[in-house]
């Protein structure tokens, strides 16, 4: 019998080890279920050049030391490349959640299959609704966005799960899809904030908690903080968002700018496609 294994992550910012993705093969805008959507509904994605970006993202992946688990596309699932939406890893295992729309619940399903085949033990919510993508984890913090992905349900039950972590519930409008199209956390101490998306309360409370870098209202739209970060300061980031490229490096960060302007027609980014499985200090 093959040993369990656990998933590992304690924040945002620590060396990614492994890493679960899927390849677009199966991606297209079929029915709009956000804004970004609606925007290229009519261009579509171009399904050829998605996979070209995606290959080109998991060898860049690959060269710096981590190891790209793939899940294989189901052809009924065009959203299934965003593999962040499916759960998140927190220092005692993998959480699986419970998609918002029905369109996407059977990734869900394909998810739950490929952890059982790989021996890798999980939790799985089925109070409620939990995105990923709104659920960042900063050592003993944990952010969760309150949205329309993810529910009350699902935010007390993690609060139960996670009893030494302070839960800071951050409400925004659903027309920003995930906590992390507004927020993500680069480091120790300084992090990418869109604040026209939540109350000046909450900015105020993050910019005392980071230094912050603030996206742009363009940037913002071309998911300027859905960036993705592997350690050692290192940030894999669009070529496109010029302004939070600067200010990365400004603040002492590594930007390893990755062409995905395909891939963010349907309204994720970097972050978004890759479902950290390990990620600590080496």
Same mark, same amino acid.
């Given at each position: 019998? &093959?040993?369990?294994?656990?998933?590992?992550?304690?924040?945002?910012?620590?060396?990614?080890?492994? /890493?679960?993705?899927?390849?677009?093969?199966?991606?297209?805008?079929?029915?709009?279920? =956000?804004?970004?959507?609606? %925007? #290229?509904?009519?261009? =579509?994605?171009?399904?050829?050049?998605?996979?070209?970006?995606?290959?080109?993202? !998991?060898?860049?992946?690959?060269?710096?030391?981590?190891?790209?688990?793939?899940?294989?596309?189901?052809?009924?699932?065009?959203?299934?490349?965003? @593999?962040?939406?499916?759960?998140?890893?927190?220092? =005692?295992?993998?959480?699986?959640?419970?998609?918002?729309?029905?369109?996407?619940?059977?990734?869900?399903?394909?998810?739950?299959?490929?952890?059982?085949?790989?021996?890798?033990?999980?939790? %799985? +919510?089925?109070?409620?609704?939990?995105?990923?993508?709104?659920?960042?984890?900063?050592?003993? /913090?944990? #952010?969760?966005?309150?949205?329309?992905?993810?529910?009350?349900?699902?935010?007390?039950?993690?609060?139960?799960?996670?009893?030494?972590?302070?839960?800071?519930?951050?409400?925004?409008?659903?027309?920003?899809?995930?906590?992390?199209?507004?927020?993500?956390?680069?480091?120790?101490?300084?992090?990418?904030?869109?604040?026209?998306?939540?109350?000046?309360?909450?900015?105020?409370?993050?910019?005392?908690?980071?230094?912050?870098? !603030?996206?742009?209202?363009?940037?913002?739209? !071309?998911?300027? @903080? =859905?960036?993705?970060? +592997?350690?050692?300061?290192?940030?894999?980031?669009?070529?496109?968002?010029?302004?939070?490229?600067?200010?990365?490096?400004?603040?002492?960060?590594?930007?390893?700018?990755?062409?995905?302007?395909?891939?963010?027609?349907?309204?994720?980014?970097?972050?978004?496609?890759?479902?950290?499985?390990?990620?600590?200090? &080496?």
């Amino acid at each position: 019998m &093959s040993q369990k294994r656990h998933a590992k992550a304690h924040n945002e910012y620590d060396t990614l080890h492994e /890493v679960l993705m899927c390849p677009p093969h199966e991606m297209r805008i079929k029915k709009p279920i =956000n804004e970004v959507q609606k %925007s #290229y509904e009519d261009e =579509n994605i171009d399904q050829e050049k998605a996979v070209q970006e995606h290959q080109f993202l !998991t060898e860049m992946l690959q060269r710096h030391g981590v190891d790209v688990r793939l899940i294989s596309p189901h052809p009924k699932l065009p959203e299934q490349v965003f @593999t962040r939406d499916l759960g998140f890893a927190a220092e =005692n295992g993998m959480i699986v959640g419970r998609m918002k729309t029905d369109i996407r619940q059977p990734e869900i399903e394909e998810c739950q299959k490929w952890l059982d085949e790989n021996h890798i033990v999980y939790e %799985s +919510i089925s109070d409620g609704t939990l995105e990923g993508g709104d659920v960042l984890i900063d050592n003993d /913090v944990m #952010y969760i966005g309150d949205s329309s992905r993810t529910s009350e349900k699902a935010i007390k039950r993690l609060k139960k799960l996670y009893p030494e972590k302070t839960i800071m519930t951050i409400p925004f409008d659903e027309q920003y899809l995930h906590l992390d199209c507004i927020f993500n956390i680069l480091s120790e101490g300084t992090a990418l904030l869109y604040p026209d998306a939540l109350a000046d309360d909450l900015v105020r409370d993050i910019c005392m908690r980071y230094r912050t870098i !603030t996206v742009t209202k363009e940037e913002q739209f !071309t998911l300027g @903080t =859905n960036v993705l970060s +592997i350690g050692e300061r290192k940030v894999i980031s669009l070529p496109e968002n010029k302004q939070v490229n600067h200010d990365m490096r400004e603040m002492g960060f590594e930007v390893i700018e990755v062409p995905f302007s395909e891939i963010i027609k349907s309204g994720g980014s970097f972050r978004c496609v890759t479902m950290p499985l390990r990620k600590y200090k &080496s």
